[in-house]
């Protein structure tokens, strides 16, 4: 099915150890995000990428870095994961704006960093 | 700053009856405007959305919302509430800005449903 893949679906990280979430999408689309969840926050952007080869800072790409690897791929990686990066993070992807337009969301990575 | 608005983070309702969810966002352009439910553990689900046009759109599992722009506001609605309605509500806004669209979550209101 179309969509958004995101793996791994659930990952445990000892403090200062790296990882990179990993984002692909069958669409065509042109946009890419990374969004993280936690309680009583809503989602909040990390960062995006409007098209390949560019990328930009969300509201809280602190700890972050991404790479839009080409136009189906958009990883999220962690250098050095911190108790406070414990979260869902989830990808999204869309299209330019037209009449279907809409955001296509993947089934999340639950992260815990102990 | 540009925010989006939820105004209830618990709401209480009884299986039946009616409900409203509140959202307002603080953009001055009319954005486009979604509502999302997550049910727990669960991804986000689409409930519906709105561009422009008839300012009361429908969506999938009876839920409504009416855009108000005197209001800055787009709240939620369904007349009978279900128990399988407990979730976890989301309103968000898409921007055009830059050169690229965003999307900006309220922070979510939870809905009980009690029998």
């Known amino acids: 099915n179309a969509g958004v893949t995101q793996t791994p679906k659930f990952q445990v990280l000892k403090t200062g150890q790296s990882m990179t979430l990993q984002c692909a999408q069958d669409m065509n689309h042109n946009s890419m995000y990374w969004y993280r969840q936690d309680p009583g926050m809503g989602l909040r952007l990390i960062y995006y990428s409007a098209s390949e080869g560019t990328t930009d800072k969300g509201e809280v790409p602190n700890g972050y870095n991404v790479s839009r690897l080409n136009k189906r791929e958009f990883s999220l990686r962690l250098e050095s994961a911190a108790p406070s990066q414990t979260s869902v993070y989830f990808c999204?992807?869309?299209?330019?704006?037209?009449?279907?337009?809409?955001?296509?969301f993947g089934s999340g990575t639950r992260l815990t960093v102990v | 700053a540009q925010s989006v608005t939820q105004p209830d983070i618990h709401i209480t309702v009884s299986e039946g009856a009616s409900l409203e969810l509140r959202c307002n966002y603080s953009y001055g352009a009319t954005p486009y405007l979604f509502w999302y439910v997550q049910s727990p553990g669960q991804g986000l689900q689409l409930l519906l959305k709105?561009?422009?046009?008839?300012?009361l759109v429908q969506g999938i599992k009876g839920f409504e919302a009416e855009f108000k722009r005197s209001q800055s506001s787009f709240n939620l609605r369904k007349p009978s509430v279900h128990w399988s309605d407990a979730a976890e509500y989301f309103c968000a806004v898409d921007r055009l800005q830059g050169g690229s669209e965003k999307l900006v979550f309220g922070k979510g209101t939870k809905l009980t449903v009690n029998p």
């Open positions: 999204a992807s869309t299209s330019d704006r037209g009449p279907n337009y809409g955001y296509t």
């Open positions: 709105y561009f422009s046009g008839d300012t």
